[in-house]
């Protein structure tokens, strides 16, 4: 029976574009009565991929939430990717995931209870692999399906990596390619084949938890992890919140092979749009580029890698053992330099 479910037919737009655009985001919060507290150490004064909470002098926790509609037909899988892309935001600010809570929104009336015990399967899993506890969680019945997690992980206070201290003469790593969006809106329509999603699907799945703690071995200046907001977006904020311009070569950046042709032929997410509407303006592009790469830079990721802001004397070394650990397709894709005009060139 869930061979023949496609779940898929509920998604408005591909990869994690079913998140709000930046600028709606920004309209919403603007104006609320929003408190700091001297424990709360990373909050929405700075956007950062999770808020981190003082407990005590040796220990902070770090909460995030992320769940949107499926992307991937198979329920199992449906739920470790989007698992695994929660799990993400705790290992992009150097921490260890400790429990998590689903959160789900199924539509009974159209799917047999089967799916989602499936999908809750396919999220356990993931949970597991990163050593975190399942504990609870909350679900509605909804018209359009969804999940995701609830994740808190533990750090020192002393410890935190965050996207806002990136400091001119850095390198910037990215350690996944870019172009799930572009995969899963083609999937969608029924113009990728399975074989071809592989090494797609195989990078959603891997936790980014083996480039964390290598990147908190060597000593880096910002991460971020690269997921609805694109590369290009998620470049944007660690710019903004370190008050630099960062320098990225379009040349240099990895794409999942076929992505190219995907975004040549037209598949482009609802989220390319929502990206290119907010960050375009905050963007000098240096050289006219292909409609088709100006688009994969700004697809919206899921579960996508981190992009790591590290002292030049470093980088080499980060690359390395990033390589030597099996992430293999890391790459330097640009550097930190002084604030500029723009906060984002491409080169």
């Given at each position: ?30 104006g ?39 992307i ?16 993400s ?129 060597i ?55 929502n ?31 981190l ?31 002084k ?9």
């Amino acid at each position: 029976m869930l061979r023949n479910v496609r779940l898929t037919q509920t998604v408005q737009s591909g990869g994690c574009a079913a998140k709000l655009s930046p600028s709606i985001l920004a309209k919403a919060l603007c104006g609320l009565p929003l408190k700091g507290h001297p424990n709360l150490l990373v909050g929405l004064e700075k956007p950062d991929d999770a808020g981190i909470y003082k407990l005590s002098p040796d220990i902070a926790i770090i909460q995030t939430v992320d769940f949107f509609p499926p992307i991937v037909d198979k329920p199992f899988l449906f739920g470790q990717i989007a698992a695994a892309n929660a799990l993400s935001d705790i290992y992009a600010m150097g921490g260890k995931p400790i429990t998590a809570m689903n959160v789900v929104g199924f539509p009974s009336q159209k799917f047999p209870i089967t799916i989602l015990k499936e999908i809750l399967k396919g999220g356990i899993d993931k949970v597991q692999e990163a050593g975190a506890v399942l504990v609870g969680g909350h679900t509605i019945n909804d018209t359009e399906l969804k999940y995701g997690l609830a994740v808190t992980g533990i750090i020192h206070p002393d410890k935190i990596i965050t996207n806002s201290n990136a400091r001119p003469g850095n390198k910037l790593i990215l350690t996944k390619p870019i172009g799930t969006g572009v995969f899963t809106t083609a999937l969608k329509g029924g113009k990728v084949s399975a074989d071809k999603m592989a090494s797609v699907i195989k990078s959603m799945l891997t936790l980014n938890r083996d480039a964390s703690k290598i990147m908190q071995k060597i000593g880096v200046n910002a991460c971020t992890d690269i997921t609805g907001f694109s590369l290009i977006g998620h470049s944007y904020l660690m710019a903004a919140n370190s008050n630099v311009s960062i320098v990225l070569d379009h040349k240099a950046v990895m794409y999942f092979p076929q992505a190219m042709a995907l975004a040549r032929a037209g598949f482009t997410p609802g989220g390319t749009f929502n990206n290119k509407n907010f960050y375009l303006s905050y963007v000098d592009m240096k050289k006219k580029l292909p409609e088709e790469i100006i688009n994969l830079l700004f697809d919206p990721q899921t579960s996508g890698g981190l992009l790591i802001s590290v002292a030049l004397d470093k980088a080499q070394l980060l690359l390395k053992r990033l390589k030597d650990k099996g992430i293999k397709q890391a790459t330097v894709v640009g550097e930190v330099i002084k604030r500029s005009r723009k906060l984002v060139i491409i080169d």
